[in-house]
């Protein structure tokens, strides 16, 4: 009796580690965790594409299609704050930017 307390004790934690596992796989798949950063407007870098000096650094954003309109008025130099998400791969999405005063 004491081996079948046990054991099942063990398929239970193994069971409940198995789907955290899974949660943590997508959520990192989505983009998971949102930043937010200020910077310098550098350009438009293409259409689909956007630079921000962030710390001293170009940083380049990829824009949704449905968002790529919205920040062609920007002008160059201009203090911005970026929100974005880190992809599986690396690739920095922008979610939002706005001016700052």
């Known amino acids: 009796m004491k081996k ?9 934690l193994l069971l409940a580690g198995c ?3 899974q949660h943590n796989e997508s959520r990192k798949g989505t983009g998971g965790e949102t930043f ?3 910077g310098t407007f550098v350009g438009l870098a293409d ?17 949704p ?3 790529r309109d919205k920040y062609k008025g920007i002008k160059d130099d ?5 929100k974005y998400t880190k992809t599986k791969d690396g690739t920095l999405q922008l979610e939002d930017m706005k001016e700052k005063e």
Do not use: R, S
């Open 4 to 12: 079948g307390v046990i054991l099942v004790l063990f398929a239970m």
């Open 19 to 21: 789907g955290t596992t």
């Open 36 to 38: 937010v950063k200020e």
């Open 47 to 63: 259409q689909h594409t956007v630079a921000v000096n962030i710390d001293g650094k170009e940083t380049t954003f990829q824009v």
């Open 65 to 67: 299609p449905e968002k």
């Open 78 to 82: 201009t203090k911005v704050e970026v």
